[in-house]
């Protein structure tokens, strides 16, 4: 069946703009992460939701960062008033259930000028 | 110190030799993942381990995690080109769904 997707593949942006990403995760998983990697760097985690549960948003860097995931499924994560910092790669991964396999999109390199 | 160590950093090893990749951990693991990166690709799951003294294989890829859950190794026999990428480790070790990640094993194939 289908995986993660992730759109868009490559975002460039310039700083001080707003970003969306897009995270479809696979179908009839309750679990999804959001995870920043950047370059040669391993993962952090960012935001964290499971089914109807409030989020854990621990790992979010700053305000600038929110992220939202509608009817359990798709979700989003936004970047408001970019910083060139902000520049890396946004990993999102599913899981059926807490504590099971993380299966992860492709990513979306995000770079700001 | 890191909680979830990985080493070495960057490999580079002859096609057809076998390597050891090492994952260790500061803390008892109640699960270990291994994942394998190409760039511009996601994560790609290889194995998950978690009894200790566990030892899963996939083709060429053998995954252990030692009998105390500490630290996990990935071997890779007769190495290929295919095998070429960054190696994660990513730990569970709150019993919780969030993971530690080590920082990753650039390896490189040399023809």
């Known amino acids: 069946g289908a995986g993660v997707s992730q759109s868009p593949s490559n975002k460039v942006t310039e700083k001080g703009k707003d970003v969306e990403l897009r995270c479809d995760p696979i179908?009839?998983?309750?679990?999804l992460y959001w995870y920043r990697q950047s370059l040669g760097q391993g993962l952090e985690f960012l935001i964290y939701?499971?089914?109807?549960?409030?989020?854990?948003k621990s790992g979010l860097p700053s305000d600038r960062f929110s992220a939202e995931r509608t009817g359990g499924s798709v979700s989003t994560l936004t970047i408001q008033r970019t910083q060139q910092e902000d520049s890396a790669v946004y990993l999102c991964?599913?899981?059926?259930?807490?504590?099971?396999?993380?299966?992860f999109g492709p990513g979306t390199r995000l770079l700001v000028l | 110190s890191q909680e979830l160590e990985q080493s070495p950093q960057s490999l580079i090893v002859q096609e057809g030799k076998n390597l050891t990749i090492n994952c260790t951990s500061s803390?008892?693991?109640?699960?270990l993942y291994w994942y394998k990166q190409k760039y511009g690709e996601g994560l790609i799951f290889l194995m998950m381990?978690?009894?200790g003294g566990e030892e899963k294989s996939h083709e060429k890829i053998t995954a252990k995690l030692d009998e105390k859950k500490q630290q996990s190794s990935l071997h890779i026999t007769a190495s290929q080109p295919s095998h070429a990428g960054i190696y994660l480790c990513?730990?569970?070790?709150?019993?919780?769904?969030?993971?530690?990640w080590g920082a990753g094993t650039k390896l490189i194939i040399k023809p």
């Open positions: 179908s009839g998983h309750t679990a």
């Open positions: 803390k008892t693991l109640y699960g």
């Open positions: 939701f499971q089914g109807n549960s409030a989020p854990d």
């Open positions: 381990l978690q009894k």
């Open positions: 991964a599913s899981s059926p259930w807490p504590q099971e396999t993380q299966y």
């Open positions: 990513g730990a569970d070790m709150d019993s919780n769904y969030q993971l530690i």
